[in-house]
């Protein structure tokens, strides 16, 4: 379970530092994500983007593909640490 928290941290850390570094692209464009057509699009653009880029980092960095990291989620789920 140890080695599942530290994918899962790596996971969305990277995650969340892409949806930051898009959310700043949009802010630098002039683009209002307030505005719903705006954040809709980068809602997609980020979740599509930032998941790309963990799944890579999970493989580039500790060799786990995202159907293991996910089926070691289900797996351990109930792991209070791990659930959380």
């Known amino acids: ?3 599942l928290i ?3 941290t ?4 990277t995650l969340t530092e892409k949806m930051v570094e898009i959310a700043k692209e949009y802010k630098a464009a ?3 994500l307030k505005d719903p ?3 809709q699009q980068y809602q997609m653009e980020a ?3 930032a998941n790309d880029v963990a799944e ?3 493989k580039s960095e500790m060799d786990i593909v ?5 089926a070691a989620v289900d797996k351990h789920s109930r792991v209070p640490a791990v659930g959380q």
């Not at 790596?10 to 850390?13: D, G, M």
């Not at 995202?66 to 996910?70: G, I, L, Q, V, Y």
């Open 10 to 13: 790596l996971y969305f850390e």
């Open 30 to 32: 002039g683009k209002d």
């Open 1 to 3: 379970a140890e080695e």
């Open 47 to 49: 979740s599509s983007d």
């Open 37 to 39: 057509k705006v954040s």
């Open 6 to 8: 530290k994918a899962a």
């Open 56 to 58: 890579e980092k999970l």
């Open 66 to 70: 995202m159907s293991d990291f996910r």
